[in-house]
């Protein structure tokens, strides 16, 4: 039998909310994960297109922080003038597909879908984002690393849905870089990325921030290196091949082993952390 | 259903539509715009490129509900000054081959043109960066991008005679480039069916249907299921007819993961709306092997009972003495070698529709082999020959997978059930899972040579993974053996192959049947080998070569070889890029650079087998040069080379040929489009037929020769020395065909089949050429960017040079891939974002030396050469690889955690 599914596009962010609270709805945004995942001609299922509500889209600055909103596009925010703590997500961006990827996918599609090789997840997590999932009920805010909890698994509940991500203005210091590894130059889902963000003072790192993806179910900050940069001057040397490899859970694909994953992982940081060093001196 | 508005060329246009229908569709089915193309409906290829508000999506990702109300361009409605600008500029460059990828690397073209008129290089490879093209090898496409807004020189058409070896633009190419081209696809008459196949998704499996009836009844629209019960004529069929052995549907087993059982025939909206997994089925797994080794070993399960071992086939040259050459050689190197499936991923998955004409079924579809389909459909329905016609649409791209029939007798199948016309168009994953792949190779070999560097023996085996059924299995196990050795003269040869049967994809043809896979064991073997002797790599290769009156490995003497020259016009290139290697590499502690060098030499047509074809060339009442052009143009650009050839042979200007195509109603065989044979075979008997027209012609006006041949309303003017004749064309009788001048010739190489040994001449025309590629490997994170590649090709005669420039940079973009980043992993890799093709972002800089030895067996001297330009490719790069690291890849693609294993293990 065929059903007729609906298709809704509110205008208003209380209207899409009343509808999820009513049903089963799925949600599409730049439909770059949605549509890949049927062979169909036609979203399957009832739909809630959120690309009408003004509100979720665009990067606001907040008393708080930055606010990204749901349905900012990559290319929104490749766009956008941010503060050097941003340049990783930005960089990350960049090297989301190629073009017509970057004009439709957004933000909060790319953490919904949860992908292990989801490139906006590390430079979020050195930005200690949280998302904000609101739904007829109210407002939550969860922070990134709580709100991704396994492959394709997020605790976002069936009546709620991202309204932004917010980034707190106490990590929206330093600087930040972010690298890819992938088999050809464009197109590429990631074998690993890294990213990293730094404070540096008087020549000291004073904050850092180092993330990976790809290597493990989601992608993680990597605490047990970060703690050795602390104190130091930056300098990629403490990052070791065996420090990474215990902080990460690398998985054996088409794309790359489990092994190779770990020490390239450990070498992307390297060369992440480089790189910002370079930054840096260019800005001072 | 509601509606959305859509702002097309200053229009409103009202469609009705579901709002979570693909853009695509929209644009395609209700608006005809069929320049948006799909070749995968996941965002991976870019075909279906459209700007929205200017800016470039792909149509496949966009519901309707979210285009409405904005301006949408396709190429067939955006801005028509800068088009046709950019149209020009794609046809002087060549940069469109098959065409598919056209319109929308033509989108994403136009949104950076608006904003940056002049582009750089860097800024168009970032614009076009998400549309895929597999023919060309991206650099014909960026160069025309770069220069659409630059003035042009007009370069005059050729004068009548010399069209030969003029870079002319493709004459099929102006409906490429404003997107009215017809593929598969495209040409679906209202009121016509859908078909839908029903397909394994085990690798190997019993299998027994439930209540079809039952189901039928519960599903509106659905018209009917076709089993294999249903096939009147013989369920089985095969390109080499002694080894047809593959079922149009599956009987009780399924032999491959992805292997049709059903079709399902329907009202096209409602069957498209169904999701299938309810269709009654029951699968009953049974053990499968995957791999060469696993079905070649003892516990394997039979694919096909009377073949032993699951050997489909054994191949073998043997000439001298090679065991006493290989002990008494100074040096000997010996290696194993591994390669896996590789998927054509041409842009077009396939597609055809089909309906009744008369009591004649008619099947328009992509394909490289319009005869082949033609005999196996019939054969397959039960049908005489003279009641199945086979239209050739475009095809968007083939390299030996479209060889094979695909959908043709499944949709001759539907047709007869239905009575109503009825298409079916593969989705991508489909199209992956069924299509023919080229084959995995087990290889190992030990070549030997004396202490001055001459080479005295070489021995070889390979065991090839041929899969499910014959397909061209035997075409590899032949062609491997008597390619094995290079353009190298080899003394004492013994190659041995075999094509072993396993639960994987078909293998069938994939430009160069093999001798790909076997150059990268014999030229990674050669570098170790020069190495070992203590000489240059090029030098040495140079000192084997094979000259002039050098006997094959199958005993045949060969005349007009040219690899030597191949190798010499590489020399300067050769020292150059070392001494810049050697230079960058003091320096550089985390990237290395290196240079490798491969030759390949390809035998054109089939091996040791008649492959003849037919041109005919007539001349209409009213003044026509109709050119019956059977060689199928996937791409690659007979339609314009077999013009030229022939139009020189009649003497008249190419501009007055009219091409008439392989429709197999209307145009005699030409053969298949494969093996490097259509310039020369069908070259050859477009030649003919041009000559003898030339001569009838002769014949009327008592003239002993013409200078020129030129037609002035309905007259035909032949001139000698100042002196015209004209020949009233409406006052001849007209023949069969319509024609009151008509040539109509054949030509078969002369080859003989070869013996037990595999002695004797499998082919009249060799063509040659050699690579070098520069490389830079990240040596942390075992990564490889080719930097620079140089192609020298023999083609005996560039009949095109442009297009002959255009097979060598898609050929490279292919070895690439074979090279560096393609495994196909049935399973798991059954779409273009987990194969991964390159992209116009992995393309070295590509400089083409064509290279003239005429060969007199040739037209007008020319060799074939679309294959040959793949093969020198992967062994340079993984030379170059191995020159920069120390490391030897033995297994491609050399992915890069492969490469940083070798790299550590040759470091310890
Ligand atoms: C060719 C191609 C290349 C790609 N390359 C990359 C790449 O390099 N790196 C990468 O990371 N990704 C890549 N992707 C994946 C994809 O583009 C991104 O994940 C993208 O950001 C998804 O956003 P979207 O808006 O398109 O999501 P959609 O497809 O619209 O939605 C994805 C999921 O998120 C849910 N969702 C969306 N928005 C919300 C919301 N606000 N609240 C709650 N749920 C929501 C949807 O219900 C759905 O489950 C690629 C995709 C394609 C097709
Ligand atoms: S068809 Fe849309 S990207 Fe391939
Ligand atoms: S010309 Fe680009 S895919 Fe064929």
């Not at chain 2, 960066?129 to 597999?134: D, F, P, Q, T």
């Not at chain 2, 033609?374 to 060889?403: C, H, M, Q, Y």
């Not at chain 2, 150059?576 to 650079?593: D, G, I, M």
């Not at chain 2, 002695?759 to 930097?787: C, F, H, R």
Request: a negative charge.
């Amino acid at each position: 039998m065929t059903v007729i599914n609906s298709y809704l596009r509110p205008f208003a962010l209380e209207h899409a909310l009343e509808e999820l609270a009513a049903g089963s709805l799925r949600i599409a945004a730049g439909c770059t994960d949605l549509f890949p995942s049927t062979e169909h001609k036609q979203l399957q299922g009832s739909i809630l297109d959120i690309t009408r509500i003004k509100s979720l889209r665009g990067i606001s600055d907040t008393d708080d922080g930055i606010r990204i909103g749901a349905t900012t596009t990559w290319t929104d925010l490749i766009k956008a003038d941010l503060p050097p703590a941003c340049r990783g997500l930005q960089l990350a961006a960049q090297k989301v597909g190629a073009l017509q990827i970057q004009n439709r996918g957004t933000i909060a599609g790319n953490l919904c879908n949860a992908s292990p090789a989801a490139d906006g997840v590390p430079p979020l997590l050195t930005l200690d984002a949280k998302v904000e999932l609101q739904s007829k009920g109210g407002t939550r805010v969860v922070p990134l690393h709580d709100f991704i909890i396994g492959p394709r698994k997020t605790v976002l509940a069936e009546t709620e849905l991202i309204t932004a991500l917010l980034i707190p203005k106490s990590s929206l210091t330093g600087h930040s870089h972010f690298l890819k590894l992938g088999a050809r130059a464009y197109l590429v889902i990631s074998i690993a990325m890294t990213s990293a963000r730094l404070v540096v003072r008087n020549g000291v790192v004073v904050e850092a921030a180092l993330a990976i993806g790809s290597c493990g179910p989601v992608a993680t900050r990597v605490p047990q290196v970060e703690a050795q940069m602390i104190g130091k001057a930056v300098d990629p040397v403490v990052i070791t091949d065996d420090l990474v490899a215990t902080a990460i859970d690398p998985i054996a694909d088409m794309r790359a082993n489990a092994a190779y994953r770990a020490i390239s992982a450990a070498e992307l940081l390297r060369r992440t952390v480089l790189e910002l060093a370079m930054d840096l001196e260019a800005a001072t | 259903m509601t509606s959305i508005t859509l702002n097309i060329a200053h229009q409103t246009h009202i469609v009705k539509t579901h709002m979570a229908r693909r853009l695509s569709e929209v644009l395609r089915d209700d608006l005809k715009l069929k320049s948006v193309k799909i070749g995968c409906d996941a965002g991976d290829c870019g075909a279906c490129t459209v700007l929205i508000d200017g800016a470039q999506h792909c149509a496949c990702l966009v519901p309707a509900g979210q285009a409405d109300g904005r301006k949408i361009e396709t190429l067939e409605t955006s801005e028509p000054q800068l088009f046709a600008r950019l149209q020009d500029s794609f046809l002087d460059h060549g940069a469109a081959q098959c065409g598919i990828c056209t319109p929308g690397m033509m989108m994403a073209a136009t949104e950076l043109l608006r904003a940056v008129p002049s582009p750089d290089q860097a800024q168009v490879k970032e614009a076009l960066a998400g549309v895929l093209c597999r023919c060309t090898g991206y650099h014909k496409i960026i160069a025309a991008v770069m220069d659409a807004n630059s003035q042009t020189t007009v370069c005059p058409p050729p004068k009548a005679g010399h069209a030969v070896g003029q870079p002319i633009r493709r004459l099929d190419g102006q409906a490429k480039v404003n997107g009215t081209e017809v593929f598969g696809a495209d040409f679906i008459p209202d009121g016509t069916l859908l078909v839908r196949a029903i397909r394994a998704q085990h690798y190997h499996a019993d299998f027994e249907f439930g209540d079809l009836l039952a189901w039928i009844k519960m599903h509106a629209g659905v018209e009917c299921v076709i089993t294999a019960a249903d096939i009147a004529g013989i369920n089985c069929y095969g390109v080499i007819p002694p080894f047809a052995d593959q079922p149009a549907l599956a009987e009780k087993t399924t032999r491959y993961r992805g292997e049709p059982v059903a079709l399902v025939v329907g009202d096209p909206k409602a069957l498209e709306a169904l999701g299938l997994d309810d269709f009654p089925i029951s699968w009953t797994p049974r053990p499968h092997s995957l791999t060469q080794a696993d079905g070649a070993g003892p516990d394997a399960t039979l694919l096909h009972d009377h073949r032993q071992e699951n050997t489909l086939i054994r191949g073998n040259v043997v000439s001298g003495a090679p065991d006493s050459a290989m002990v008494e050689a100074a040096h000997v190197v010996t290696g194993q070698f591994e390669t896996s499936y590789v998927e054509h991923a041409y842009i077009e998955p396939e597609a055809g529709v089909a309906w009744m004409e008369a009591d004649v079924l008619c099947i328009q579809a992509c394909t490289q082999a319009p005869v082949m389909d033609l005999e196996d459909t019939a054969k397959v329905l039960g049908l005489p020959l003279n009641k199945v016609r086979i239209i050739p649409s475009a095809a968007g791209g083939g390299f030996g997978a479209k060889l094979d029939v695909t959908l043709q007798p499944l949709l001759g199948l539907a047709v007869l059930k239905t009575g109503m016309p009825c298409s079916m168009v593969f989705s991508r994953s489909e199209s992956m899972q069924a299509s023919t792949k080229r084959h995995p190779g087990s290889m190992q070999a030990s070549i030997g040579a004396d202490a001055a560097g001459k080479v005295m023996a070489m021995t070889f085996h390979g065991d090839f993974n041929t899969g499910a059924y014959a397909s061209w299995g035997p075409t590899v196990a032949t062609r491997v053996p008597v390619h094995a050795s290079g353009p190298y003269l080899t003394p004492n040869y013994r190659a041995t192959s075999r094509a072993v049967h396993t639960n994987g994809p078909t293998s069938g043809a994939f430009r160069g049947f093999g001798v790909p896979q076997a150059a990268i064991t014999q030229e990674s073997l050669y570098d170790d080998l020069a190495q070992k002797c203590g000489i240059d790599r090029l030098e040495f290769r140079r000192i084997n070569a094979l000259r002039d009156g050098d006997v094959t490995p199958c005993g045949q003497t060969l005349q007009a070889v040219g690899i030597i020259d191949c190798l010499d016009a590489l020399k300067p290139h050769w020292d150059e890029f070392h001494a810049e290697v050697t230079a960058f590499n003091t320096t550089s502690l985390a990237h290395k650079r290196g240079i490798g060098i491969a030759s390949c030499w390809y035998g054109c047509g089939n091996t040791g087998l008649p492959n003849p074809s037919t041109v005919r060339f007539g001349i209409t009442p009213d003044g026509q040069f109709n050119l019956h052009q059977g060689a199928t143009d996937i791409g690659q650009g007979s339609n314009t080379v077999i013009a030229q050839i022939a139009a020189d042979a009649l003497g008249v200007q190419v501009g007055m040929i009219n091409l008439v195509g392989p429709d197999t109603a209307i145009t005699p065989d030409c053969g298949k489009t494969s093996a490097s044979r259509q310039t020369f075979i069908t070259g050859r008997a477009a030649e003919a037929s041009g000559l003898a027209l030339r001569a009838a012609i002769l014949r009327l006006t008592n003239l002993t020769h013409a200078d020129e041949i030129t037609l002035e309303g309905g007259m035909l003017c032949v001139r000698q020395d100042q002196n015209d004749q004209k020949i009233s064309l409406k006052d001849l009788p007209a023949d069969a065909n319509g024609y009151v001048l008509c040539a109509e010739e054949t030509y078969d190489p002369p080859t003989t089949t070869l013996d037990e040994n595999g002695q004797g001449t499998p082919y009249a025309v060799y063509g040659y050429g050699a690579q070098i590629a520069e490389v830079e490997v990240d040596m942390a994170l075992g990564t490889t960017k080719v930097l620079r590649m140089i192609a020298a090709h023999d083609v005996g005669r560039a009949i095109n040079p442009q297009l002959a420039e255009g097979q060598i940079e898609g050929g490279i973009a292919q070895g690439l891939g074979l090279a560096l980043m393609e495994e196909y992993l049935p399973g798991e890799t059954e779409n273009l974002h987990n194969y991964l093709i390159p992209t116009i972002g992995d393309m070295p800089h590509i400089t083409s030396i064509l290279i003239e030895i005429p060969d007199t067996e040739g037209p007008m001297g020319a060799k074939g050469l679309g294959e040959h330009v793949l093969i020198p490719t992967a062994p340079a790069i993984l030379n170059g690889i191995h020159h920069a690291t120390g490391a030897r890849v033995t297994k491609v693609p050399a992915l890069p955690h492969r490469l940083l294993a070798a790299i550590k293990a040759s470091q310890t």
